[in-house]
């Protein structure tokens, strides 16, 4: 990268220093988040905004050594060749700065601009299914918090099937979701009323709670509720890489147990705050960015997790992008090595093929057809009723 690498900072310069492959720290990746890129060396750059409200961007040593490089969007396109795919999602990214980054609103943005077709056809009708099955997700979510509100306040009916989101069609759901506001905020401000604190607080109308359930549902929907609660997918991720962990010992496989049984445990935490549907919406209503971060806490420590796992899988790809993807995803956010004025190695594999790659070239069009795939991939992880692709690989 040259003069373009940026040094992050006013601190003294590290020395480089080896990345444990089993350093599941749990503040990891919560300053920077995973870019689903397919220009030819890009699938591991990670995304953060700097002070100035600028995108930073993160990628591991294009030499094949330690450290992870900080530098601007502008300096990866001078040096990198990103796709249309990559160029449109920065673009998006870009458009509102002030909205935080996050696992989400990647997610969002990017099948975004697969439905524009900008990640070949395939992609572009997966996405499609994706947004309509996450619709839907939303919307039997948002349902089956009202009616645990409404079991929680006893609410007449409210034990029966009749409304059981998990069950009933959509347009019940739609129906239900129109009426059921305003008579749960009704009886939440009866119960307050009437010296029985419910844990909710008061001061709730249809309009108001309608705002905060479908907000919660948004921070939620990944989790994973109801009969299909495996289907969804954050859970197909934690099974993506249970399976990719068990195909062979080793460091790797360590290091995705280790991210396996945090994520696990805060995916447990986040869906037992359902189980208390008053004290959720009391914590929404008191302190909404504390609620957030407990519900998207898994999403934070499985981003980017699962594309490390469907390389894995993919003899295409070598050994130094596996590895390089792993080298971002445990490296510690607070510690990282930041190198600054160091030029390209032709020492890996990564690098020589960098080189060697212009636009058209058969090289560049093979990496490109390979990482359309891996996005495919990702976008099957939202499709419930596709299957878990990946996971066939073995740890090297």
Not at 75 to 95: C, F, G, N, T, Y
Request: charged letters at 20%.
């Amino acid at each position: 990268m040259s003069s373009q690498i940026a040094r992050s900072g006013s601190a003294p310069r590290a020395a480089p220093r080896a990345i444990a492959w089993g350093a599941a720290s749990l503040r990891a990746g919560v300053h920077s988040v995973a870019l689903p890129l397919t220009g030819p060396v890009l699938i591991g750059l990670r995304a953060r905004t700097a002070t100035d409200g600028r995108l930073e961007m993160l990628l591991s040593n294009p030499g094949g050594g330690r450290g992870i490089y900080v530098t601007s969007w502008p300096a990866v396109r001078l040096q990198a060749m990103p796709s249309l795919h990559d160029i449109r999602l920065i673009e998006i990214l870009q458009s509102n700065p002030a909205a935080p980054l996050s696992p989400g609103r990647i997610l969002a943005a990017a099948r975004g601009v697969a439905i524009e077709g900008y990640a070949g056809r395939p992609a572009a009708q997966a996405a499609r299914k994706a947004e309509a099955a996450g619709g839907k997700q939303l919307l039997r979510l948002r349902s089956h918090l009202l009616l645990e509100l409404a079991r929680a306040l006893d609410m007449p009916a409210s034990h029966s099937d009749r409304n059981d989101p998990w069950s009933v069609g959509i347009e019940e759901q739609a129906t239900w979701l129109r009426s059921a506001p305003g008579a749960v905020a009704a009886q939440l401000g009866a119960a307050q009323l009437g010296a029985q604190p419910m844990g909710a607080g008061d001061g709730w109308t249809g309009e108001t709670l309608s705002a905060a359930v479908a907000a919660l549902a948004q921070e939620a929907v990944g989790l994973g509720f109801g009969p299909a609660r495996d289907r969804f997918r954050l859970p197909r991720i934690l099974a993506l890489m249970a399976r990719t962990a068990a195909s062979g010992p080793g460091p790797m496989a360590a290091s995705l147990l280790a991210r396996h049984g945090l994520a696990t445990e805060a995916l447990d935490r986040a869906r037992a705050r359902f189980d208390d549907p008053l004290g959720l919406l009391a914590e929404w209503q008191r302190d909404p960015p504390g609620a957030a971060e407990t519900l998207g806490r898994p999403g934070w420590l499985l981003d980017g997790w699962d594309r490390l796992c469907l390389v894995q899988a993919d003899p295409a790809f070598a050994p130094g992008t596996r590895k390089a993807l792993a080298q971002l995803l445990t490296h510690d956010s607070d510690g990282r090595v930041v190198l600054e004025h160091t030029s390209l190695e032709r020492g890996s594999i990564e690098c020589s093929q960098l080189l060697a790659m212009q636009p058209g070239t058969a090289l560049t069009l093979d990496r490109l057809e390979c990482h359309e795939r891996l996005r495919l991939a990702e976008l099957l992880l939202d499709c419930p009723d596709s299957d878990t692709p990946g996971a066939g690989g073995s740890a090297p």
